[in-house]
């Protein structure tokens, strides 16, 4: 795979749905949005499905789901801060029933690229465990919106040409005087 | 008459400034105008050069009414304001040339202008390393960079050393006599007045309180240099000489008042020989210095003499 | 030459030969280049579509000029009093109108060097989108008027004035004021008062037609209200120079 190929290719996201079933009463599939594009880069929105359905036969109190984000680069593993990336970090329920389910949509915006895994996680109050959904992982490519290469030389080479031009007439000035 | 004031009147935000202020100078003069700090002798100034519109009086300027100057008027005027401020980052002879051009180009070579007041060495120097004086000298100049008929300075020689003093007062004087500019001086330095003016109007509270020719005004009575003799004895006042007038008596101390060309060593020796026994023998300043104290005065005398 | 060329010249020169006028320029200049750097540093500023970033530099551009032609606005009459070379200048045989153009032309001289100087940053930042051409035109058409009108309102306060720094504050405080929309964002913007400052505000109207040419890509005609607030208020701001330029302070 070309270099170029490889900054702008996309990241397999899973075709089918993937779902967690922890041995618990929570269980969470995740899957991305039909519309999601097949090549998402740097500025993109994603959007991803979570189906949180309470399997167990005793009602769940104070839910909490939370989408979760890690950067899988080499050399750059990481959880992403998602500050930048997504407004709709959690949601809570106070109570699911035996056989409820929540569907939730989760968009993010893709800031920075590189390999991702995304994944939604649920914790509720009575149980001292977390589940998670299976993650998805994708790729985002660079877009260059700003050229660093056209910038840096304007940014620099004009306030230098000026400092230089001060310089100079402060040293014709200072050779002529008295 | 290159300036005709009678009866100035200014006011600026309903404060009096001027009230009536008369100044008189020919072609060929020197005016020396005196007054203490806030005087008005600068407003006045800008009143004669049509910075401010006047309240009252009449003003011409080379015999026409100056209203709203001409600028045949003003192109006759050459101007060294209080400041001697310049464009910093311009050398001399650029600040010339540039300057020159506002009255319609140069009028003569500008290395001669700065030889006449002593900055040609420094010519194209930047104005910005200059020493007060040389900034002094520098204003001297842009005031007679278009050869004005009328020169209006305001300090021109402060900020200088002896030397500098007397060359532009040499200056000044051929450009009155030689080449018939009339010289506005406004001033605090009496010697300059002494040595340079052929009138003097004084000023005080934005009224002029004298004016006169200087020989006029320094030779009469009561206005020469004055002395504060300490005497043994009481001496008959009728046997002082012509010329020398009594002013003011206190104890022994006898004050006297000497119209010019009075030599006071001849005098004091007259006066031993017809009997005044002088002991001691104080100089108290000379005629103009007193005149102005006198017309400048608050509150007349603050010595408690005895007025004769 | 001319008088107001006289004046004109001495003006450019100031700018381009004085120290005062060269860090000006220098101050300008840093102002666009820390923008276009924090534009390829900051995650967020970067991934903005290229209309945007081009949209955000004009009118970084106008907001920077306007303030250069402030300092040099205030300068202009009150700088001379404070430096003794405004009654040379009273005192030579031109008007005041005559000064006053001359002043005005350096403000003018001043924008022009201003504009050739920002031609490179909006190249540097917009040389891949398709809007570089209307956002040199545009700011040129509204950045104009409402840089000089800036400038002319700083002067007209120096000569009423004579304080370089009294001219300079409240000149900036109505600066301050006019660019909010760059410094507050939209939100304010969306009130009642808001739109209203919006609609008399010059700034206003020249970032809004930044926004509408730009990125919407709208016609020049349906930018012809907007040019006439910022012609209308350059009109204005230069009559107050006149008026004030009249019976400059000058003791």
Same mark, same amino acid.
Request: proline content about 5%; aromatic content about 8%; overall charge positive.
């Given at each position: 795979?070309?270099?170029?190929?490889?900054?702008?290719?996309? @990241?397999?996201?899973?075709?089918?749905?993937? @779902?967690?079933?922890?041995?618990?009463?929570?269980?969470?599939?995740?899957?991305?949005?039909?519309?999601?594009?097949?090549?998402?880069?740097?500025?993109?929105?994603?959007?991803?499905?979570?189906?949180?359905?309470?399997?167990?036969?005793?009602?769940?109190?104070?839910?909490?789901?939370?989408?979760?984000?890690? +950067?899988?680069?080499?050399?750059?593993?990481?959880?992403?801060?998602?500050?930048?990336?997504?407004?709709?970090?959690?949601?809570? @329920?106070?109570?699911?029933?035996?056989?409820?389910?929540?569907?939730?949509?989760?968009?993010?915006?893709?800031?920075?690229?590189?390999?991702?895994?995304? *994944?939604?996680?649920?914790?509720?109050?009575?149980?001292? *465990?977390?589940?998670?959904?299976? #993650?998805? +992982?994708?790729?985002?490519?660079?877009?260059?919106v700003i050229?660093?290469?056209?910038?840096?030389?304007?940014?620099?080479?004009? #306030?230098?040409?000026?400092?230089?031009?001060?310089?100079?007439?402060?040293?014709?000035?200072?050779?002529?005087?008295? | 008459?290159?300036?005709?004031?009678?009866?100035?009147?200014?006011?600026?935000?309903?404060?009096?400034?001027?009230?009536?202020?008369?100044?008189?100078?020919? &072609?060929?003069?020197?005016?020396?105008?005196?007054?203490?700090?806030?005087?008005?002798?600068?407003?006045?100034?800008?009143?004669?050069?049509?910075?401010?519109?006047?309240?009252? $009086?009449?003003?011409?300027?080379?015999?026409?009414?100056?209203?709203?100057?001409?600028?045949?008027?003003?192109?006759?005027?050459?101007?060294?304001?209080?400041?001697?401020?310049?464009?910093?980052?311009?050398?001399?002879?650029?600040?010339?040339?540039?300057?020159?051009?506002?009255?319609?180009?140069?009028?003569?070579?500008?290395?001669?202008?700065?030889?006449?007041?002593?900055?040609?060495?420094?010519?194209?120097? /930047?104005?910005?390393?200059?020493?007060?004086?040389?900034?002094?000298?520098?204003?001297?100049?842009?005031?007679?960079?278009?050869? /004005?008929?009328?020169?209006?300075?305001?300090?021109?020689?402060? &900020?200088?050393?002896?030397? &500098?003093?007397?060359?532009?007062?040499?200056?000044?004087?051929?450009?009155?006599?030689?080449?018939?500019?009339?010289?506005?001086?406004?001033?605090?330095?009496?010697?300059?007045?002494?040595?340079?003016?052929?009138?003097?109007?004084?000023?005080?509270?934005?009224?002029?309180?004298?004016? $006169?020719?200087?020989?006029?005004?320094?030779?009469?009575?009561?206005?020469?240099?004055?002395?504060?003799?300490?005497?043994?004895?009481?001496?008959?006042?009728?046997?002082?000489?012509? $010329?020398?007038?009594?002013? &003011?008596?206190?104890?022994?101390?006898?004050?006297?008042?000497?119209?010019?060309?009075?030599? /006071?060593?001849?005098?004091?020796?007259?006066?031993?020989?017809? $009997?005044?026994?002088?002991?001691?023998?104080?100089?108290?300043?000379?005629?103009?210095?007193?005149?102005?104290?006198?017309?400048?005065?608050?509150?007349?005398?603050?010595?408690?003499?005895?007025?004769? | 030459?001319?008088?107001?060329?006289?004046?004109?010249?001495?003006?450019?020169?100031?700018?381009?030969?004085?120290?005062?006028?060269?860090?000006?320029?220098?101050?300008?200049?840093?102002?666009?280049?820390?923008f276009a750097?924090?534009l390829i540093?900051?995650?967020?500023l970067s991934l903005l579509d290229n209309a945007q970033v081009v949209y955000m530099m004009t009118?970084?551009?106008?907001?920077?000029?306007?303030?250069?032609?402030?300092?040099?606005?205030?300068?202009?009459?009150?700088?001379?009093?404070?430096?003794?070379?405004?009654?040379?200048?009273?005192?030579?045989?031109?008007?005041?109108?005559?000064?006053?153009?001359?002043?005005?032309?350096?403000?003018?001289?001043?924008?022009?060097?201003?504009?050739?100087?920002?031609?490179?940053?909006l190249?540097?930042v917009g040389?891949s989108g !398709?809007n570089?051409?209307?956002a040199?035109?545009?700011?040129?058409?509204?950045?104009?008027?409402?840089?000089?009108?800036?400038?002319?309102?700083?002067?007209?306060?120096? =000569?009423?004035?004579?304080?370089?720094?009294?001219?300079?504050? %409240?000149?900036?405080?109505?600066?301050?004021?006019?660019?909010?929309?760059?410094?507050?964002?939209?939100?304010?913007? %969306?009130?009642?008062?808001?739109?209203?400052?919006?609609?008399? %505000?010059?700034?206003?109207?020249?970032? %809004?037609?930044?926004?509408?040419?730009i990125i919407?890509?709208?016609?020049?005609?349906? !930018?012809?209200?907007?040019? =006439?607030?910022?012609?209308?208020?350059?009109?204005?701001?230069?009559?107050?120079?006149?008026?004030?330029?009249?019976?400059?302070?000058?003791?």
């Open positions: 795979m070309s270099f170029k190929k490889i900054f702008f290719a996309i @990241v397999v996201l899973s075709i089918t749905s993937v @779902v967690s079933t922890h041995a618990g009463t929570i269980c969470i599939s995740l899957a991305p949005d039909t519309a999601n594009s097949s090549r998402p880069a740097m500025g993109n929105f994603l959007h991803f499905h979570s189906i949180i359905k309470n399997i167990g036969d005793k009602s769940v109190e104070g839910l909490v789901a939370w989408i979760s984000l890690i +950067e899988i680069d080499p050399g750059h593993e990481q959880p992403v801060d998602l500050e930048d990336w997504s407004a709709h970090k959690a949601i809570t @329920v106070a109570r699911m029933k035996p056989g409820d389910t929540l569907k939730t949509v989760w968009p993010i915006r893709l800031i920075q690229h590189g390999r991702y895994r995304v *994944a939604i996680c649920a914790a509720d109050r009575n149980h001292p *465990a977390i589940y998670t959904s299976p #993650p998805l +992982e994708f790729h985002v490519a660079k877009k260059p050229q660093s290469n056209r910038i840096f030389p304007v940014a620099f080479g004009l #306030p230098l040409l000026l400092i230089g031009l001060i310089f100079y007439r402060k040293r014709q000035n200072r050779r002529a005087r008295i | 008459m290159f300036v005709e004031a009678e009866h100035l009147k200014l006011t600026i935000k309903s404060t009096s400034i001027l009230n009536d202020v008369n100044l008189h100078l020919a &072609g060929g003069k020197i005016y020396g105008l005196l007054g203490p700090n806030g005087a008005g002798k600068s407003t006045t100034i800008a009143v004669i050069l049509g910075l401010y519109d006047t309240d009252g $009086g009449t003003l011409k300027l080379f015999d026409e009414p100056a209203g709203k100057h001409s600028m045949e008027a003003i192109q006759r005027i050459g101007v060294m304001p209080e400041r001697a401020g310049f464009y910093d980052w311009m050398s001399a002879r650029e600040y010339l040339e540039w300057y020159a051009e506002l009255y319609g180009g140069i009028q003569f070579p500008i290395s001669d202008l700065l030889d006449q007041v002593g900055l040609k060495h420094v010519s194209n120097s /930047p104005v910005g390393h200059f020493s007060r004086g040389m900034r002094q000298r520098l204003a001297l100049a842009r005031a007679l960079s278009h050869n /004005p008929d009328l020169l209006i300075l305001d300090e021109p020689t402060s &900020g200088l050393d002896p030397r &500098g003093r007397r060359e532009i007062h040499d200056l000044l004087l051929s450009l009155a006599r030689e080449k018939g500019t009339g010289i506005l001086l406004s001033t605090h330095l009496l010697d300059d007045v002494d040595r340079l003016c052929d009138f003097i109007g004084i000023i005080h509270k934005g009224q002029t309180v004298l004016e $006169g020719s200087s020989n006029e005004l320094l030779n009469t009575p009561g206005s020469g240099h004055k002395f504060r003799l300490r005497l043994r004895n009481i001496p008959n006042a009728d046997t002082l000489p012509n $010329g020398v007038h009594l002013t &003011g008596r206190k104890g022994n101390w006898w004050h006297v008042s000497l119209s010019s060309g009075i030599n /006071p060593p001849l005098l004091w020796r007259a006066l031993l020989k017809s $009997g005044w026994q002088i002991s001691e023998i104080h100089g108290e300043g000379n005629g103009l210095e007193e005149l102005y104290f006198q017309m400048t005065s608050e509150r007349g005398n603050t010595f408690g003499e005895e007025l004769l | 030459m001319t008088p107001v060329r006289i004046i004109a010249v001495k003006e450019y020169r100031a700018l381009l030969k004085n120290q005062r006028g060269l860090v000006c320029l220098l101050a300008f200049s840093i102002l666009l280049s820390a750097i924090v540093s900051n995650r967020e009118g970084t551009i106008t907001a920077a000029g306007a303030l250069i032609a402030v300092i040099l606005g205030s300068d202009s009459y009150a700088g001379e009093r404070e430096r003794g070379t405004l009654i040379p200048l009273l005192t030579a045989p031109i008007t005041p109108g005559e000064l006053l153009m001359g002043k005005a032309a350096g403000i003018i001289i001043a924008w022009g060097v201003m504009y050739g100087l920002s031609l490179p940053y190249w540097a040389a !398709q570089l051409l209307q040199v035109f545009y700011l040129a058409l509204f950045g104009t008027p409402v840089v000089l009108g800036f400038g002319y309102l700083s002067m007209a306060l120096s =000569a009423e004035t004579g304080h370089v720094l009294t001219a300079l504050l %409240n000149s900036l405080l109505v600066l301050i004021f006019s660019t909010s929309p760059l410094l507050i964002g939209p939100g304010l913007r %969306n009130s009642a008062a808001g739109r209203f400052l919006d609609a008399i %505000n010059p700034f206003s109207g020249a970032l %809004n037609t930044y926004d509408a040419v919407d890509g709208n016609s020049f005609l349906a !930018q012809l209200p907007r040019l =006439a607030l910022v012609v209308v208020w350059l009109g204005l701001t230069f009559a107050a120079a006149r008026v004030a330029s009249r019976h400059p302070r000058f003791m």
